[in-house]
């Protein structure tokens, strides 16, 4: 049996005692790889179906509530991140995060925007996939937003609440509305 059938199997499982069903939603499961030893949570998603495909490595924790939606880029999860509970990652552009990166909760990582012509209505405009690329044991805290075609470098710490529309340079600190550098790590 197949990793993904095992999981599967696994995350429709009923307790038999107190009768609580939990299951995660998997849709595109042939665009979907799981690496070795990945934990996906109760009522965490990846949507896989509209996307060259969602790549969790090793080790990759999705918490409950969080959501993967591959899109027309697709997403690349490393060894051993953790996406906590209420999280988004969008990757219409596509979407690529390095090793032992922590996503606190209800953090959106949208790579794509809207355009807004004028005299256009706003339903009808275009969106544009730009890539997203966070490095190495980065720190993204809770309710933070990381745009479109923005980088994050290694070892980076992005502030709870922070909307990072420029690119992070590594081991940088930053915090507020737009994102500024703080202080650095090192």
Known sequence: ????????????ERRAGNRVSFAAYLKGCERIHLGRG?????DASIDASRSPGVRLGDKVILN???????G????ILGDRVEVNNFSIINGTGGVVIGDDTLIGPGVRIISYQHR?????KIRAQPVEGKPIHVGQDVWIGANAVILAGVSIGDGAVVAAGAVVRESVPPYAVVAGVPAK???NRR
Not at 64 to 70: K, L, T
Not at 116 to 120: F, P, Q
Request: aromatic share 12%; proline share 0%.
């Open 116 to 120: 807004y012509a004028k005299e256009t």
């Open 181 to 183: 550098i703080k202080k």
């Open 64 to 70: 409950r509530y969080a959501y993967i939606q591959g």
């Open 1 to 12: 049996m197949s990793l993904l059938r095992r999981l599967l199997f696994v995350l429709r």
């Open 38 to 42: 990945c934990k996906i949570h109760a």
């Open 72 to 75: 027309a880029g697709g997403v």
